[in-house]
């Protein structure tokens, strides 16, 4: 069975198609910065723009999945499309013009399928790890183990969103920062109260996205090389971390675009991405952080295959 799925995400949309023989052979991968999100979402509507180069994105993955016909065509819109109000009318122009049905997921949803694709990536015990998700329109937390989620949340504080409602200065100011980490604390309350009844869980799995940002500038700044990507997923060092985070908080955008392992869809939302890591892991017990280089797309694809979802 051949299955191809497509993540409508806020930032990028991603196809990835794959075979269910064993080992699971991998047919097309291709991830597009769309950034849908960009200029509106603060405002809950999608742009002309956004609405069109997100568009041109379905069209150029409908000709591949023209070509390689899978058995079954799986497509989810998160944040960006949950929220806006003309989001409604991309769906229907999408199947229109590229015959893609995208279905609209929730955030527990989302958060449950990030676990399914992180799982997938990394050797988890019984013991207890947080897992995260910072995705442009929400961001996503999962208590679990290998066995089972115990806890899930979907919060509006996606990079994208805080951007657009905020728009700090460049470089961000020490008043913004502080600003923009005030919300998150006050936003993510029933997140920390429920990791206070897990003292013993002090490892963080971030999944792709802005986590990979993180891990390849570490690689390029301490290990002088990019990040190869032979593995599912990596350690990032957690005092490295902390130099990157003080570097990109410092950084203008056109020192941004010139950094290494910064990807150009990356540079504008990724000061924000590390403020909401960097206040988890300062309010949380956290001392171990890994990269997953599975997440929600490795979900949707585990889920198509064993649990026959619609």
């Not at 019984?126 to 329109?137: A, F, Q, S, T, V």
Request: aromatic letters at 8%; a negative charge.
């Amino acid at each position: 069975m051949i299955v191809a799925v497509v993540d409508c995400g806020t930032n990028t949309f991603h196809l990835l198609i794959a075979s269910d023989e064993q080992p699971q052979k991998i047919l097309y991968k291709k991830n597009l910065a769309v950034k849908l999100g960009q200029g509106g979402i603060a405002g809950h509507i999608i742009t002309d723009e956004a609405f069109k180069r997100g568009i041109e994105a379905l069209k150029e993955f409908s000709q591949v999945i023209d070509k390689i016909r899978p058995d079954k065509v799986v497509a989810y819109g998160t944040a960006a499309l949950r929220k806006a109000q003309n989001g409604n009318d991309f769906i229907l122009e999408a199947k229109s013009k590229t015959g893609i049905e995208i279905q609209l997921i929730d955030g527990l949803k989302e958060a449950e399928l990030i676990y399914h694709g992180v799982r997938q990536a990394v050797p988890l015990t019984e013991k207890k790890i947080l897992i995260m998700d910072i995705g442009g329109g929400s961001v996503e937390f999962i208590i679990a183990n290998r066995d089972a989620i115990f806890y899930r949340h979907s919060f509006e504080l996606g990079a994208a969103l805080l951007l657009d409602k905020f728009k700090p200065s460049d470089p961000i100011t020490e008043e913004e920062t502080q600003q923009i980490k005030e919300y998150i604390l006050k936003e993510t309350t029933p997140l920390f109260d429920e990791l206070n009844k897990h003292p013993e869980m002090d490892t963080l799995i971030g999944s792709a996205g802005s986590f990979e940002t993180f891990a390849e500038i570490i690689s390029e700044k301490y290990d002088h090389h990019p990040l190869e990507y032979k593995e599912k997923f990596y350690d990032i060092n957690l005092n490295r971390y902390e130099q990157v985070h003080e570097l990109l908080l410092q950084s203008t955008t056109a020192e941004r675009k010139r950094m290494k392992g910064v990807v150009d869809m990356r540079v504008d939302m990724i000061v924000i991405a590390s403020i909401l890591l960097h206040c988890v892991i300062h309010t949380a017990p956290i001392k171990n952080i890994k990269l997953s280089t599975y997440a929600l797309k490795e979900g949707m694809l585990y889920f198509a295959f064993n649990k026959n979802l619609k």
